[in-house]
């Protein structure tokens, strides 16, 4: 499964929790968005920062390299991908090197995502 296929939402599987055995993890190559408690949580950010300007955290994420995007309006950071499109944290045996720090959103998938309920799921690796 490419890149372009994750956005053809109608080729994802029902989910059900015996997918995620051998997937190739395509949920993890969709944009994660995250809080600034995200953050603190996954040690980006330091409590102290969270409470200062957020667009100065931003800022210094965005060239550590750790951020792609920060959307003032809401608060919300969208995390750095891997050139390939994977999530930052991802590793190359596509299991999350952060599980336990993870984002909210990463939590509740796919609970919430672009298709609720349905997941991208496939056994091979990513072309
Ligand atoms: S933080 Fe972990 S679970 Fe969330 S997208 Fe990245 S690798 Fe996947």
Same mark, same amino acid.
């Given at each position: ?17 015996? $997918? ?74 596509? $299991? ?32």
């Amino acid at each position: 499964m490419s890149n372009g296929d994750l956005d053809k939402l109608s080729r994802w599987t029902r989910f059900k929790p015996s $997918l995620c055995r051998g997937c190739w993890a395509g949920c993890c190559r969709l944009p994660v968005e995250a809080s600034i408690d995200d953050l603190v949580r996954l040690g980006l950010v330091s409590p102290d920062e969270a409470v200062g300007s957020l667009k100065k955290v931003a800022r210094q994420l965005i060239a550590d390299g750790k951020v792609h995007q920060y959307r003032a309006v809401t608060g919300i950071f969208t995390l750095a991908q891997k050139p390939n499109g994977d999530c930052h944290f991802l590793g190359t045996d596509r $299991l999350c090197t952060v599980y336990d720090q993870r984002p909210d959103v990463c939590r509740r998938f796919p609970t919430v995502g672009p298709r609720p309920g349905y997941c991208p799921a496939r056994k091979q690796s990513p072309s």
